[in-house]
């Protein structure tokens, strides 16, 4: 599986952005799918993810800010980001999951207070 993010880049809090990946496979439909971000100096932390049948599970520090979709037909999963907060500034990275785990290379996103 190899999973391609995009989306990322400036933007000034309170605002909106929306981050996509795109997965190679022809089982996407079967894989749980996540973003999960790093911050400098911190760890890898889960953001968001969706399971195969749509069920989801966020981060506490996103709640009620961010929306992780799919869209099986297109093999790509999004995560819409709105009310961003400078705490935010990390790099994201797009994860799959069967029986394996799979890496996206990351996308920055960068909230300037």
């Known amino acids: ?3 391609q993010a995009s989306g990322g880049g400036l933007v000034q809090a309170g ?7 795109a997965a190679s496979g022809r089982t ?7 973003w999960f971000r790093q ?8 953001v968001a993810e ?4 749509g069920i989801t599970n966020y981060a506490d520090s996103v709640k009620g ?3 992780i ?23 994201y990275y797009c994860h ?7 890496w996206g290379q990351g996308t920055l996103v960068t909230v300037s207070s």
């Open 15 to 21: 605002g909106s952005v929306r981050l996509s990946c």
């Open 39 to 46: 911050a400098p100096g911190k760890e890898r932390e889960l």
């Open 69 to 91: 979709s799919r869209d099986n037909d297109k093999n790509t999963v999004y995560l819409q980001m709105h009310s961003l907060k400078p705490e935010d500034t990390a790099i």
């Open 65 to 67: 800010r961010f929306t």
């Open 50 to 53: 969706i399971g195969s049948g």
């Open 96 to 102: 799959a999951k069967d029986l394996w785990d799979y």
């Open 1 to 3: 599986v190899q999973l």
């Open 28 to 34: 996407f439909s079967s894989y749980t799918m996540g």
